[in-house]
């Protein structure tokens, strides 16, 4: 759900799962299945606009050994110790159209050089085939995470590409009228069996529930 323009968007996807992504990488809806019935209304904690921050940390250590453990929202202290690299300011737009498919508008404001960018795309985030995807048409990349449930209003969303390499891990949930997210990405040269170098944290709070 998160699939910022600013920044490149892990999972290691089995042949099967694979050629689920070549079935689902547009935004249509797609047809109804039994198998979709567990995920019914997951996406609808979202409903409205957000708006609020998307930062970029870089660990200062570099790669390092690293177990791989699952993130918690409480590792969010410990990255904020590393360095910040750049802020984008983030408004969200989420509208259920039914319980497994929602639509998805994401304009990112940040600095590049000197100049002042606003990038939007539209996106979707749906249930297709008993799995839950998120599917966001840049203007030079179609974005496609793969997710999972860890509970009500927390979901992870993951994909892993190569050549070049694109590896990401995101962790987001709703608290109150507060929207978190924490994750970490792998790119070009990064040796994905270390500690990632890149990071991010981002905090947005509800504005308006005009899409509920």
């Known amino acids: 759900m998160l699939n910022h323009i600013f ?18 990488n547009d935004l249509s809806h797609p047809t109804f299945s039994e198998s979709d019935t567990i995920y019914h209304g997951i996406f609808m904690p979202w409903d409205g606009i957000w708006e609020g921050s998307f930062e970029i940390y870089k660990d200062p250590n570099g790669q390092q050994t690293s ?8 590792d969010t202290i410990r990255v904020r110790n590393y360095q910040l690299t750049n802020t984008v300011g983030v408004r969200q737009k989420y509208e ?15 600095v590049n050089a000197h100049d002042t960018v606003k990038a939007t795309a539209k996106g979707v985030n749906k249930v297709q085939d ?83």
């Open 67 to 74: 177990d791989h453990t699952d993130l918690t929202m409480a």
């Open 96 to 110: 259920s159209v039914t319980p497994y498919y929602q639509l998805v508008e994401i304009t990112d404001t940040y």
């Open 130 to 212: 008993g799995q839950i995807w998120c599917i966001v048409d840049k203007p030079d990349d179609l974005v496609i995470h793969l997710g999972r449930q860890v509970s009500p209003g927390t979901l992870v969303w993951s994909r892993n590409e190569q050549g070049p390499l694109r590896k990401e891990y995101f962790l987001e949930s709703i608290v109150g009228n507060t929207y978190f997210i924490l994750g970490y990405g792998y790119y070009g040269e990064d040796d994905p069996n270390l500690s990632p170098r890149t990071w991010f944290v981002a905090r947005y709070r509800h504005i308006s529930d005009y899409f509920k």
């Open 7 to 24: 920044v490149f968007c892990g999972l290691l996807l089995t042949v099967n799962k694979c050629r689920n992504i070549e079935s689902v």
